[in-house]
């Protein structure tokens, strides 16, 4: 439950962060319970004022990151892997492609059940593709799909990022307590 101010807080902070506007879409789209009320179309307002701005731009180093998140579960999908396997890499896979794609042309992203409906509406054909591709490796095992569907997916921006890629542990994260060994990455 939330009031207004937590819904505000949602909309303009967690949903618009994230890219995945789960809460906004639900108020824009609900239907007041028990019966519309100053409150309720002001939060209504306020979530499809969110929804027609638009989700934030990738930055550079948010569209690194995940092209390389991307391009590791590809590495995964490489080698021959058991079903059970494949089940796992191709459901985080499923999501994290499929927010990538929307986000990388500015769009809002979406949860695991409604990628396909976010995907349709950005490109019918295209969503048809991906969701057929997916469906490959959990009946018969094969990735090959999934696999040429996420590197025509990359390849206009750079394909999967690993070379230079760094990612460092926020410094109010590291250990200062004196003899804590550092580990050498490399």
């Not at 638009?54 to 550079?60: A, C, F, R, W, Y």
């Not at 969701?131 to 996420?150: H, K, M, N, Y």
């Amino acid at each position: 439950m939330h009031d207004a101010e937590t819904a505000e807080y949602v909309f303009s902070g967690v949903d618009r962060r994230s890219g995945i506007p789960a809460l906004s879409l639900m108020v824009a789209d609900g239907i007041e319970a028990p019966a519309p009320d100053e409150v309720s179309r002001g939060l209504k307002r306020g979530a499809t004022a969110m929804l027609d701005a638009g989700p934030p731009g990738l930055d550079p180093e948010l569209d690194a990151r995940l092209r390389y998140e991307i391009g590791d579960m590809l590495d995964d999908l490489r080698d021959p892997r058991p079903c059970r396997e494949l089940l796992g890499i191709g459901g985080v896979s499923f999501a994290s492609l499929a927010n990538y794609v929307l986000r990388s042309r500015g769009r809002w992203s979406a949860p695991g059940k409604a990628i396909a409906a976010a995907l349709g509406r950005l490109d019918p054909l295209m969503a048809e593709t991906y969701v057929r591709a997916f469906e490959l490796p959990f009946r018969a095992g094969d990735a090959g799909e999934v696999l040429q569907l996420a590197e025509n997916i990359l390849a206009p921006r750079g394909g999967p990022h690993f070379d230079g890629w760094r990612s460092a542990a926020p410094s109010t994260r590291r250990s200062s307590r004196p003899g804590r060994r550092k580990i050498d990455p490399g």
